[in-house]
């Protein structure tokens, strides 16, 4: 891998620099939107705002040292598509007013005429955060990266890409670099496009259950050497026993229902091989962030997240160790929360 020890000032600047510009223009753009929609949440107490600040320059400085470590390369810092979000926002923009009067009506089943809609569970038939379509449209899965990026303030695939280390440590303990990896809830692919660049022999799976947000996910990974898209239920995968070495998945539990949760953290242990990787991140909960209660708790009022409130208090850790994983290591990471886990050998 390469490293940034050739140009270590220039490129710590460099990506400093990056981040503070997005961060900067993306908070005052949400608070222009704030303004906009009359939000009646304001701004977090002052040190809770300190905290959150906090988190985001130690997550800033872990994304530094994992390069620095060797557990993925330096072009990770500066892979973010920033041409592409720019002309994917007029685009965002347009869909403001359609948001906006779906905000209004509470109409959190405003999906398309022209789907199935049987073929899902009924949680997963809704507009989550509002957007257009849901997670039910090719529409909706081209706006969805720029989107998060914008809530984000251009943190988000810096927290996808803190389940690369455990990864890269589980490769190295191994001495093989060709192990089968699945991504459940894959979405369009932004992870495992991380992943490959990290380790790209690396033989994955896409599975997600929207079909149209595997369409995108092909083409951010068409040049991946070995990747499949599997658009099926994480709650019953269509996998033999054992058959992966690792298992990751990004976001998902947030917008999962408990019963949910738990059928599919059996299917991950599952299909799961002895002595195999489970590494998962999703929204920090108060279990280790009780500090940040309030502003969790704005982002289920702000966003259609109706799983939300039941998520924050329904610890991870415990939930993997009920169903049998050996739960090692648990990182606060900004907003968000990795856990590292093995299925016992």
């Known amino acids: 891998m390469d490293t940034m020890n050739s140009t270590p000032m220039l490129a710590r600047a460099a990506y400093r620099a990056q981040h503070t510009s997005m961060i ?5 753009a949400q608070m222009a939107l704030r303004r906009v929609t009359r939000s009646k949440i304001g701004p977090p107490p002052p040190d809770v705002q300190e905290s959150v600040d906090q988190r985001l320059r130690e997550l800033l400085d872990r994304d530094l040292a994992n390069v620095d470590a060797g557990h993925y390369p330096a072009s990770l810092l500066f892979q973010m598509p920033v041409r592409e979000y720019a002309k994917t926002f007029p685009r965002l923009l347009r869909e403001f007013p359609r948001v906006l009067a779906r905000i209004a009506r509470r109409d959190y089943k405003d999906l398309p005429k022209d789907v ?4 899902y569970p009924p949680y997963f038939r ?3 955060h509002w957007q257009t379509d849901g997670y039910l449209s090719k529409r909706s899965a081209e706006l ?13 695939d810096i927290m996808r890409r803190q389940i690369i280390p455990p990864i890269s440590k589980f490769i190295k303990e191994r001495g093989a670099d060709d192990a089968r990896l699945l991504d459940v809830a894959a979405g369009t692919g932004r992870t495992l496009s991380q ?4 380790h790209p022999k690396l033989r994955l799976t896409a599975l997600d259950l929207s079909p149209f947000y595997l369409q995108v996910a092909r083409k951010q990974l068409r040049d991946v050497a070995d990747v499949s898209f599997v658009a099926e239920n994480a709650e019953a995968m269509p996998f033999q026993d054992a058959h992966f070495d690792m298992v990751t998945s990004v976001y998902l ?10 059928n599919v953290f059996r299917e991950m242990f599952r299909v799961l091989r002895p002595g195999g990787l489970l590494v998962i991140e999703d929204s920090a909960q108060l279990a280790e962030s009780a500090e940040l ?3 969790l708790g704005n982002f289920s009022q702000e966003f259609h997240e109706p799983f939300y409130a039941d998520y924050v208090r329904d610890d991870l850790r415990a939930a993997l160790e009920a169903t049998g994983f050996d739960v090692e290591e648990v990182q606060e990471c900004f907003v968000a929360k990795v856990v590292v886990a093995r299925k016992p050998a």
Do not use: Q
């Not at 199935?116 to 073929?119: R, T």
């Not at 992943?195 to 990290?198: L, M, N, R, S, V």
């Not at 539990?253 to 738990?262: D, S, T, V, W």
């Open 293 to 295: 209660a309030e502003v």
């Open 24 to 28: 900067w223009s993306s908070t005052m």
């Open 253 to 262: 539990f947030h917008e999962l229902p408990k019963n949910a949760r738990r």
């Open 195 to 198: 992943i490959a660049i990290a």
């Open 144 to 156: 969805y990266d720029a989107g998060v990026e914008f809530l984000f303030a251009g943190t988000a």
């Open 116 to 119: 199935d809609l049987a073929k």
């Open 126 to 128: 809704r507009t989550f």
